[in-house]
């Protein structure tokens, strides 16, 4: 494989064929939308694309037994991958979210027919019940690094149930014992260096373990013109969603603060926005809309108590040139350089979160600097050629690691 480039865009010269894999969520989200992106750029770049997908709206009509089934071992899934692998013999197979009715059965269908395998790690759900590492609104890493992850069962972290919980907890225990995890998957991509060492801690083989970020096709440059704060994300605990809220009520005057985003907190939400000047419910929004209030917003809040994997919010917010105000917590830490392309904040604190917005609202010169900075780092790290060049690196690891 060699790679040129043409009227500024990266392209390879042998080009590939590719299969996509991916479940989509029951609510679209960050995962969703990478997995349509770096399908559309591996196209833009000359390869070929075969998709392969299933959707998690079909859970609420499955029993909780066959739900747990598909999750183990899916055997639809993997008869539909094998006579899609034969149909069209691709050169890497790259998947997203297994979880949980393509199972990690998918792996085996690709390595049966000498495809390499690359899987990225949106979240740590190989490590967590819940995926989250997240539990009674504390980081929880009980099941980090154990054969058996009971704490998860005990707890009910999935979908609030034990039986749910037991049937995650099988697949992780049943494919960790048969080397699924080590011996199926050629390369792993973890999105930031503090994902890629919590995987490291559970068991993966630290040698496939690569590190890409998501990225953004280039939005332009915002102008920040509304100086408002904005929060986009799912309304709920784990996002930090009462910290904000908290925050907010003890700012004085009507400092503007625009919630995009909908969840399990809504009605918390709601409640706040009829008590607190300036807070505004805007419910959910087209990707076109999300990108625009963020390009108007003078910063963006990322208050979440769990630990992110990689929030498309981010790199969004960078694209158009908006600093962060992110708590100190996990890969947030990598993200945002504090005082330069944003501010960091105590996680779970409201006072500090309220002290850093007050910071930027009353600094208009500082938040104009960290706009700038903001910017500079999507250039440097978030491009579609960047990630482009990473992505065929890693490919390229998995076919020499694969062998085939």
């Not at 070929?48 to 709206?57: E, P």
């Not at 034969?86 to 949980?100: K, L, M, S, V, W």
């Not at 040139?321 to 945002?336: C, F, K, N, Y």
Request: proline letters at 5%; aromatic letters at 8%; glycine letters at 8%.
């Amino acid at each position: 494989m060699s790679i040129s480039q043409d009227d500024g865009q990266i392209r390879v010269d042998d080009p590939m064929k590719i299969l996509l894999v991916h479940n989509y969520y029951q609510q679209p989200g960050g995962e969703d939308a990478v997995y349509a992106t770096e399908g559309e750029l591996l196209e833009a770049r000359g390869h070929r694309v075969i998709r392969y997908w299933l959707d998690n709206r079909r859970i609420d009509r499955m029993g909780p037994v066959s739900l747990a089934a598909s999750t183990l071992w899916n055997r639809q899934a993997v008869r539909e991958l094998t006579r899609l692998i034969e149909a069209n013999e691709p050169d890497i197979a790259h998947f997203h979210n297994t979880f949980p009715l393509v199972s990690p059965a998918g792996y085996f269908a690709a390595r049966a027919a000498k495809v390499p395998v690359v899987q990225t790690l949106h979240n740590y759900r190989l490590l967590c019940a819940n995926a989250l590492l997240f539990r009674s609104r504390r980081t929880c890493r009980d099941c980090v690094g154990k054969k058996v992850g009971w704490p998860g069962v005990l707890h009910a972290c999935y979908r609030e149930s034990r039986v749910a919980s037991a049937g995650v907890v099988a697949m992780q225990t049943v494919h960790g014992a048969i080397g699924t995890w080590t011996r199926k998957v050629d390369a792993y991509i973890a999105l930031t260096q503090f994902a890629r060492d919590q995987f490291v801690s559970g068991g993966l083989p630290a040698e496939r373990l690569h590190i890409k970020p998501n990225f953004l096709p280039d939005p332009g440059l915002g102008d920040g013109n509304e100086g408002c704060a904005l929060f986009v994300g799912r309304l709920s605990e784990e996002k930090g969603l009462k910290t904000l809220l908290d925050a907010w009520a003890t700012l004085p005057g009507e400092r503007s603060l625009k919630i995009i985003g909908d969840g399990p907190l809504v009605d918390r939400a709601r409640q706040a926005e009829a008590l607190i000047p300036g807070l505004e419910l805007m419910g959910r929004l087209s990707p076109d809309e999300v990108l625009d209030a963020i390009g108007r917003a003078g910063f963006v809040i990322v208050p979440s108590e769990c630990y992110e994997g990689l929030p498309r919010v981010a790199v969004e917010s960078f694209a158009k040139g908006t600093p962060l105000v992110a708590a100190d917590i996990g890969s947030l830490t990598e993200l945002v350089e504090h005082g330069r392309n944003g501010l960091l904040f105590r996680s779970g604190d409201p006072r500090a979160l309220a002290q850093r917005a007050r910071q930027l609202f009353e600094d208009p010169a500082l938040a104009l600097a960290m706009r700038r900075s903001a910017r500079a780092q999507y250039e440097a790290r978030y491009t579609a050629d960047t990630n482009y060049s990473i992505l065929m690196e890693i490919y390229e690891q998995a076919r020499l690691q694969s062998g085939f």
